[in-house]
């Protein structure tokens, strides 16, 4: 079954530390995003890619890097956690003509 | 350029009323127009969308949005609020053809017993 995943769900982790947040699909998209979300808040786009080794910083300016090796991956890396990363984390997918994004189910991170 | 307001912050109904969340664009290419719910501690799920058919759109668990371009308005109804529909709403528009992708704010709904 077409699919977005994302792992893990929840993560808590000190701060320095390294993490990858991962994003995979299997619907075959071209496009994939990043989102940070705090809670009950907006959607802020911070990475986006167009394809294999495509990728963008978006609207808002993140720390974080992302990579594009693959079509179905879309891993994001902090090198460095800090308090201030705390927050949910969206992946998402779309192809075709009108954009529509396919949503994986987040990344709720805590930087202790 | 595009924009999307959603021009409530929070709308609050009694279970069995209608909903009606409200949505404005502007947009200087032909736009996609979508909504999403999210419920708590969860990704988002598309709910309907408009891609230049038919101006009223029917989605899933009976919510439907009309697109009046006259008005940019795309507003979100459903007859009769459940239980189950209190959760967040985006509205979100799109450059068909093109890349760029805005979502609003965000509606939080609340339904009342």
């Known amino acids: 079954e077409a699919d977005i995943y994302q792992t893990p769900r929840y993560l808590v982790i000190g701060t320095g530390k390294k993490i990858t947040l991962e994003c995979s699909q299997t619907?075959?998209?071209?496009?994939m995003y990043w989102y940070q979300q705090d809670p009950g808040m907006e959607l802020h786009l911070i990475h986006y890619?167009?394809?294999?080794?495509?990728?963008e910083k978006g609207d808002l300016s993140s720390e974080s890097t992302v990579s594009r090796i693959r079509t179905e991956h879309f891993p994001l890396t902090l090198e460095s956690a800090r308090p201030s990363h705390t927050s949910q984390y969206l992946c998402?997918?779309?192809?075709?003509?009108?954009?529509?994004?396919?949503f994986g189910p987040g990344t709720r991170l805590t930087v202790l | 350029a595009q924009s999307v307001t959603q021009l409530d912050s929070h709308v609050s109904v009694s279970e069995g009323t209608p909903v009606l969340l409200r949505c404005n664009y502007s947009?200087?290419?032909?736009?996609?127009l979508f909504w999403y719910v999210q419920h708590p501690n969860k990704g988002l799920q598309l709910l309907l969308k408009?891609?230049?058919?038919?101006?009223l759109v029917k989605g899933i668990n009976g919510f439907e949005a009309e697109f009046k371009k006259s008005e940019t308005s795309f507003h979100l109804t459903k007859p009769s609020a459940h239980m189950s529909d209190a959760a967040e709403y985006f509205c979100v528009v799109s450059e068909t053809g093109g890349f760029k992708t805005i979502f609003g704010a965000g509606t939080r709904l609340f339904v009342k017993a």
């Open positions: 619907m075959g998209h071209d496009k």
């Open positions: 890619s167009y394809g294999v080794n495509s990728t």
């Open positions: 947009s200087s290419y032909s736009p996609s």
């Open positions: 408009y891609t230049s058919a038919a101006t």
């Open positions: 998402a997918s779309s192809d075709g003509r009108y954009n529509e994004q396919f």
